[in-house]
């Protein structure tokens, strides 16, 4: 991909759209998944995961019909009792991604008893980080990720 600010863009456009907003997931691609597509112009985004209290994902990216970019995901609560408010909050943390770091949320974000915390290495064409979610001071929820460009 030529352009990395065009895509770092869209990125952030695209996971707000998606998962982030809180839309219903689409028809699933492979058995079991959850898929959430987002198409702007000449890009094409889609995020697909299984499971759900643990769980794993990719999302890619293609530009004029050719993958450019992708990051795989798994995620998982640390906790056996889920507060309700948690999927609220991850969606609210998720928001607010920024174009410096268009992976999944901020650095740190805060709404009442949760904290979200993430913290990367690397650059859009080549990272991997980690996001862990606090409940009332204690770890509830961790992530890991891994990404970057992709050539033929």
Known sequence: MENIELLKSFLVRAKRATYASGIAASASSRPGSFDLPYEEGEFRYLDSYLGGIDFIGEEAVWWKGTAVWGMNYYGWMLMDEIPAEFGHFLKAALS???????????????????????????????????????????ALYKLLFHGGGVKR
Do not use: L
């Open 96 to 138: 607010q991604i920024t174009f410096d770091g268009p992976f999944r949320g901020p650095e740190e974000y805060v709404e009442g008893d949760f904290r979200y915390v993430c913290h990367w290495s690397g650059d859009v064409m080549r990272f991997a980080g980690e996001e862990v979610i606090e409940y009332q001071g204690r």
